[in-house]
């Protein structure tokens, strides 16, 4: 059963501008379903990586993807891991540089993470990864084979150690700024937009458009 609230620690507890955090797990997961690529982020070799990588959420858990002959995923079961979702809503201007900033929203989950080794698992990890980025296609194309099952890692985190900031709204203004009508201040939105569909070269050209694609907006 999904929780209803964030269970921060030490180490997930924001800190730095604390009143953006939330504490409502329907936040989390609400950055996490918007966004589309995570940065993992792990320890290999006694030295700091992040790798950008696509993942998809099921209730409680969060999948992430990568490549099997990957030395970073390599033995990644159990040990501590980071993962990062960032969603860019806007850039704020203010009156002075120092006070310009970022209108988003933002998720990060600490954790153990298990390596999928069983198969049914895998699957399954990799189909909440696929509707998540390309939802309809597990239905549509080709699922994969042995081998290319093989060739992919799955990696499965819990949520229960997570934080969320959101910044929304206009710059501050300090006194020293307060007169300086002379310089204009505000926010410049940012927004995802789906462009028309690519068709590869490759594809018959009678064939329309699936719906699950054409219908994404």
Not at 39 to 59: C, E, F, I, K, S
Not at 80 to 92: I, K, N, Q, R, T
Not at 129 to 143: D, F, I, K, Q
């Amino acid at each position: 059963m999904t929780r209803s609230t964030l269970s921060p620690t030490p180490r997930s507890t924001p800190r730095r501008h604390a009143e953006r955090a939330q504490a409502d797990r329907a936040a989390l997961d609400a950055v996490l379903d918007a966004g589309l690529v995570c940065h993992l982020a792990l320890v290999v070799d006694g030295a700091p990586l992040v790798l950008p990588t696509g993942y998809g959420r099921d209730g409680d858990t969060l999948y992430v993807h990568g490549s099997s002959g990957a030395r970073s995923l390599r033995g990644s079961a159990g040990i501590e891991v980071c993962v990062a979702v960032s969603l860019l809503d806007g850039v704020v201007y203010a009156r002075s540089v120092f006070t310009h900033s970022f209108n988003y929203r933002s998720a990060v989950v600490h954790g153990d993470a298990e390596l999928l080794e069983d198969e049914e698992h895998k699957l399954h990890g990799l189909r909440t990864l696929v509707e998540h980025l390309a939802p309809g296609s597990w239905g549509y194309a080709r699922t994969p084979t042995k081998r290319e099952l093989a060739a992919t890692s799955v990696l499965a985190l819990d949520l229960a150690e997570a934080s969320v900031k959101i910044r929304t709204g206009g710059p501050g203004c300090d006194e020293l700024d307060e007169s300086a009508n002379d310089v204009w201040a505000g926010v410049l939105p940012v927004r995802q937009v789906w462009e028309a569909p690519e068709p590869a070269e490759f594809t018959d050209p009678t064939l329309g458009v699936p719906a699950h694609i054409s219908r994404r907006k």
